[in-house]
């Protein structure tokens, strides 16, 4: 963790504000703005850019994912700017919150890889790449959104280390469980060989 020098009144104000950014829930407005329905109605009910890919429109897809990477990268860097460091990763585990657990949306949020993906990159650019080229691959390999997620949380450790970046360890940890957690279901499918590869829609 980085050295604790802001103000409490700047940490509290930069959280509370990183938390509504993240708590925008961009796939649900997305899909509702095109006529796509509820999305929490369709496929596993998730409001990231996986089960907006159920609806077939690849479009809306691509900007759920570009949208909620955005939520935490902007919350950093507008923190980093405008606060410093510390405030910088308190904004995106802030976020990343907003997006797991929305006021919006009664708290029932999505599972937070993309948020996670762009707080990386705007936390340690080298380290997002990393993180996002394991996503990438493992899902080229497997096909499988959530066990591409899976990997590249549980890889970010490394790359923490191997690009010099230990001062993030505690919060990438935290953020990695996280992710877990939200995932237990789809670990129990992927046990039972019953998760649904990319793109296919879910019944």
């Known amino acids: 963790m980085p050295e604790i020098v802001s103000s409490p009144l700047f940490l509290g104000l930069v959280a509370v504000l990183a938390y509504l950014l993240g708590s925008v829930p961009f796939g649900v407005v997305i899909t509702r703005a095109l006529g796509l329905g509820d999305l929490r109605s369709i496929g596993s009910g998730n409001i990231g850019a996986t089960n907006v890919l159920r609806t077939g429109n690849k479009a809306a897809a691509l900007a759920t994912l570009l949208l909620d990477a955005a939520k935490g990268a902007v919350a950093v860097l507008i923190a980093r700017y405008a606060v410093g460091e510390d405030a910088a990763q308190l904004a995106g585990f802030s976020a990343f919150l907003g997006h797991l657990f929305p006021v919006w949306l009664g708290f029932k949020g999505g599972k937070g890889v993309a948020t996670f993906l762009g707080t990386l990159l705007a936390l340690a650019w080298p380290v997002g790449l ?3 080229a394991t996503w990438a691959v493992a899902a080229a390999v497997w096909r499988i959104s959530s066990l591409a ?13 191997m690009f010099d970046q230990g001062h993030m360890l505690a919060l990438v940890f935290v953020l990695t469980v996280l992710i877990y957690v939200k995932h ?19 019944a």
């Open 184 to 202: 237990w279901p789809n670990l129990q499918r992927l046990k039972a060989g019953t998760e649904p590869k990319i793109g296919a829609k879910k």
């Open 130 to 132: 990393a993180a996002c």
């Open 149 to 161: 997620a899976l990997v590249a949380a549980a890889l970010s450790g490394l790359w923490l280390f």
